[in-house]
């Protein structure tokens, strides 16, 4: 819409621009056509629009073919999108983003975000819609400059902090123009920038406990004054030794560190521990016929270079609120490396039952130890590996511990969500979860 639309549109529907939710409404239709450019939309594409406003990018994403979510926390506007547009791919929903459920979003294929983001609430709501694990493809955001300044700052400058860290962990940021307040009514005292945002690729960076990395992150730019040392020396007694390592000057200030010598010091505090059964002697399975009968023993290479039928266990925990907790699986696994997979799962070993393995697996993986439910078998099949699967239920209320040497990560979903998940996103999950999953809910619903 040109200016004078705009205007007169407001005036109809009794909207007065209100700044506490970022009522600033883009004129300049050229640079929306540019701005939506770099989303690089397709028909493939699911669209969420945080504030459309007025639906200035939204007509443009729609003309692209893509669908479309718009989510609009003021009634007047959402009800005028509505009227404006009844168009088939859209879909207007009422609603504050800072509660909307990103979750639900892995049931889309192709998903990307967009919005011109309220300048007081800017932060928390990147947080919540790209805090790991994300289902967005990639993220197009118009912020205030100064917080588009730090999510794509470089170390050494005045920009780089915390924050600039928390979203560089998973994602590659790029400042791509500066928006003057010029182009927008009404006019805010500062002006914009256009951020783009992308996964990273899970192993550009090394391992690490994220927990560990934010909190020493934290610490570290509470007093941006201070060497670096004088913060965290009692979490790095030998912090010499550790600056060498790590290249960076043992009087380094925290904005000094790039992302990788941050990582590298986490991991010099808490270094991840390669499994006892990778080092040590191999594993032994018991080798099963087609009824699931032993008929002899053989180590896990031989095992899985020859295919034979062996034996495995899944457990599904699930909370007190009904959602299952799914792993990713460790990048170090020898298959299915970094999908997703069932609360715990491992293979039963030489001298052990399934129900043994069940309890074992669980404690390994998760650090917990809840009874547990036999649910069901699912036969050896190519789908399963080759694995005769025992499946079990437990619950647990909390946060489970995974064991980083076994998974990458690891978050609670709703059936649903997992359902929907699979549907729109198969390759993100390992077979032998996939095959345990439908055997569950044909059971549950049977």
Known sequence: MKLSEISATLREIGVSPVKTLGQNFLHDQNLARWIVEQAELTPRDYVVEIGPGLGALTELALAKGARVLALEKDTRLANFLCDRFRHPRLEVRNADALDFDVRTLFSQGRVKLMGNLPYNISSPLLLKFLDYPSPMSLSLFTLQKEVA????????????????????????VEY??????????PRPDVDSALVRMSPRDPLELPERDDALFMKLVRRGFSQRRKQLQKLLRAHVPDWERAAAKLGFDPKARAEELSLNQWIGLANEIAPLTVPER???????????????????????SKVHGDNLRHRAVHTLIFNDIGEIYLQKRSRRKDRHPLLWDSSAAGHVCAGEGYDEAAQRELQEELGINVPLEKVLTVSASIRTG??????????????????????????????????????ARPGDFAPG?????EAYRQKKHA
């Open 433 to 437: 979860f996939m095959e345990c999953w």
């Open 386 to 423: 080759q694995e005769f699967i025992w499946l079990y239920r437990g619950h647990f209320q909390g946060n489970p511990r995974p064991n980083r040497s076994e998974i990458e990560a690891g978050a609670f979903f709703t059936p649903a969500v997992v359902n929907g998940w699979i549907a």
């Open 176 to 185: 791509l123009r500066t928006i003057p307040a010029t182009v927008f009514v």
């Open 278 to 300: 990778r080092t040590g002697q191999e594993e032994r399975f018991p080798v099963v016929d087609e009824m699931d009968r032993i008929l002899r023993y053989a180590y896990r």
């Open 149 to 172: 300044s730090r999510l794509s700052a470089l170390p050494s400058s005045r920009d780089y902090g915390a924050l600039t860290l928390r979203v560089q962990l998973y994602h590659r």
